[in-house]
């Protein structure tokens, strides 16, 4: 936490936005969606990448943000709030349905355990093989999510000017 702290006042988020904003054809819905499939695939590695306090609010959130600033320069508060919404809610999609696919997590050992004591034998192979579809298929509805995201804020600054 104070690495973070230290990293904030010297300007993480702002260099974070300006390289960003280097990049023309970037949104925020497309930042996003990379940091989705980067996050569960972490998730289902058992890799600790993420987390609100310690990289979406200095890190992803800013490159989002400025990503749509460098396309539309003036940005509402309401598409400034939606781009806050989605930077959070993309870190806890990727995590809740990309964890289960790590074999010892504890959400398969849970799982294995509940079903075991109500007399349904399975194995945390078995567990894990069956959240890789669900995984797949959140990072696809969430993609549509961030398209749909994008094509939001682009129809909220057309309707300002």
Known sequence: MPIIGLLERYGLKQRAAELIGKVKAATSG???????????????????????????????YPMAEGADKNKFEELPEEAVEDIKGMSASVENY??????????????????????????????????SNASIPIAVIAIILVIIQLRLHDKKISNMINKNK
Do not use: C, D, W
Request: glycine residues 12%; hydrophobic residues 55%.
């Open 30 to 60: 497309k930042i996003l969606s990379i940091y989705m499939v980067i996050r569960t695939i972490a998730a289902a590695l058992s890799l600790r990448i993420g987390g609100h306090v310690e990289f979406i609010r200095p890190l992803i």
């Open 94 to 127: 990727a995590n809740f349905y990309g964890q289960n696919v790590f074999i010892a997590a504890g959400g398969v050992l849970l799982i294995v355990g509940t079903l075991g004591e109500l007399g349904i034998e399975v194995t945390e192979k078995q567990v």
